[in-house]
């Protein structure tokens, strides 16, 4: 599982409330993710942090 977000490996999920983000992705890789989406697990983590402060995503349970 190399690679993959511990973030999103927890109970922690990310949805997108800002109408769209680009997720960053390992190996340069961007993914467009839209209102009502959530992250991939290959998010960087800080990514994740930074659309959290910025409110582009909120946590969601499983």
Excluded: C, W
Excluded at 6 to 23: C, D, K, T, W
Aim: hydrophobic share 50%; no cysteine; aromatic share 6%.
């Amino acid at each position: 599982m190399a690679g993959v977000n511990s973030f999103i490996l927890g109970a922690q999920r990310f949805q997108v409330i800002a109408p769209m983000v680009v997720a960053m992705l390992p190996g340069d890789a961007q993914q467009y993710v839209y209102r009502g989406g959530l992250l991939p697990a290959e998010t960087l983590p800080s990514q994740i942090a930074s659309m959290l402060h910025s409110g582009l995503v909120k946590e969601v349970s499983r």
